[in-house]
């Protein structure tokens, strides 16, 4: 299958909330004057990354060329996430056939109507690649109906490419993307009189006079007249004040925190009212560890939580080395070294404190270190979830990894969207950044962007420079 390059059409704006079809000339029934709507083309890579795309289009009509059809058979017994989205779609396919001839078009809900194109190429076309067949069928659309524009969704930039040289306006499907530029930080700052500082600190609050910001944010107060003079704080959940927020500055688990950012960081992971942190930064920044170190002091020492769960997606950089021999636990072992430093770490800083070894508490089962290859069915309760690198997710996977949260449970994910391995997703398109923006308007959920690289000096170099 062509690879899928960025992830996610901008949905059109719907132009009427009636249903209706599409009669051939730009016009819908039963309506006096022409309604503007478009003719749009899926690829096979747009149903594979969103099994839902053909209902993401309004009233615009969508068609599905019978060649991605038979691009989608050939995936349905992959066991990964492309086998069950092409399982998804088929099946949603033939729940449409009960409504209607999907050669002739099937009304939808949204007004548009859903058909799939078994139109013969010319004759004399020899290329029998997918791309091209598909690239034909758009063109053979777009004369039979040349009043309506024609545009291909696809994935593939070279297919985008093809097909705006070939007189095809082509897109991006990017109803689930999400600009960088546009990211939720979860930080802000506000500048406050010296009065309002000692009000904050005398009644452990301030409101924010009517200013209304998401619940969880977190505020730096900076006296307007000694900017060196600041306070930590976070919006409460009603999203009209400013409190306090946790004192972490005894460290957790052995980590201290060294910037206002990891301070907010601790906060999060350490407030029970919070079920679902997501922590954004660079390598070095300190995501992984802040997240283990503080699930590790609150199933431990705090006995919140049955057992610390952390994860991560097995995908490589670079070149595959091939199959790896041995056991399941063997299999893994290489994906899930970074975890193992992060867990000795925490044992060697943590010595003088709790006295308890990463080892001892892995063979004890209150640490798990698993892939999160078949999270799906199961239901986890009472745990404290670390999902790391979860910038290779997709949107649907983060959400199959979320659903699986049972009662009791808390789930952090750390990402970082400028180092994706994953093929079928970029900076704009992954999960990570799908749930950071979907989430940001709820009290249970907190986000934390950490800026500065706190691994090393020359790791923070590497970061900034490289």
Known sequence: MRMLESQSVVVPESRDTKPHLNNGNGTRPGRSRPVKVKNFVLDTNVLLHDPMSPFHFDDNDVFIPIEVIEEIDRFKRDSSELG??????????????????????????SGGQLRILVNSPPKGIRDKCVDSLILQQALLLRDQDPDTPVILVTKDINLRIRADASGIQAEDYETDQVQLSELYSGIFEKRVSAAEMRQFTEDRGIDLAGHARDPGE?????????????????VDPSGLRLVPILDCREGVWGIRPRNREQYFAFDALLDENVKVVSLMGKAGTGKTLLAMAAGLRRTVVDREFRRVLVARPTISMGKELGFLPGSMEEKLNPWMQPIHDALELLGDLNMGQENRRSSDLLRAGTIVVEALSYIRGRSIANQFMVIDEAQNLTPLEVKTIITRVGSGTKIVFTGDPFQIDNPYVDSRSNGFNYLVSRMRDYPIAAHVELAKGERSELAELAANVL
Request: glycine share 6%.
């Open 84 to 109: 069950r989205n092409a399982r998804t779609i088929s099946r949603l396919l033939d729940e449409a056939r009960g409504k209607g001839s999907l050669s002739h078009g099937i009304r939808l809900e």
């Open 218 to 234: 977190y505020c730096t107060l900076i006296d307007e007249r000694n900017p060196k003079k600041t306070q930590l704080a976070k």
